[in-house]
């Protein structure tokens, strides 16, 4: 299961990266205005950061706008996927920009119907987004779960990019699923990270070896 990152935060991402955690990162125009300052300056930054995969998105609602934004924003690195709403335009912006070579990333996918028709368009990544469908009281991971069969039956070469995560168990269950890439909020991803029982077990192991350093104050690793 690939991890992406997602967020436009420069900080969580140079934080996450270095661990070698981050195969890729998505953004939206919600989450860029959360960052405030420049938008372009910090899309370029976050381009430079990470190798995998960027998906910066549209904001015009009409087929040719899409498609001259997408160009544009590939132009910020060879690591950019455009990402286009699931609308009969940005299904359209899909098809041009992927026989361009240009990979896209379909965003706003709420059912199993939608998602076929994005892997049809072409799109390298459908995003299904399950926290919204949750909160409006739908069960986000059965789409998931649908969508994965239906492209296993095909061999669909679309990815599945869960996204609207919101906890830690949103991860696993995806896993578990296959979902091809997970999208993480940086504060989830932090959540994953931690266990009290690991906190625990360093401050015992220290203690330990503080009691050995005690019988023996010459000795190191
Ligand atoms: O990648 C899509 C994601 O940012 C949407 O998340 O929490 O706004 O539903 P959310």
Known sequence: MKIFLDTANIT????????GLVDGITTNPSLLAKEGGD???????IVRIVKGDVSLEVVATDTSGMVEEGRRLRKYGKNVVVKCPLTPDGLKACRILTDEGIPVNVTLCFSSNQAILAAKSGAKYVSPFIGRLDDVGQDGMSLIKEIREIFKNYQYGTQILVASIRHTMHVVEAGKIGADVVTIPPDILGKMLKHPLTDIGIKNFLADWEKLKKENPSIRI
Do not use: C, H
């Not at 969580?12 to 661990?19: A, F, R």
């Not at 938008?39 to 930054?45: L, V």
């Open 39 to 45: 938008p372009q300056k910090t899309m370029e930054e």
């Open 12 to 19: 969580s991402i140079k934080l996450y990266n270095d661990m």
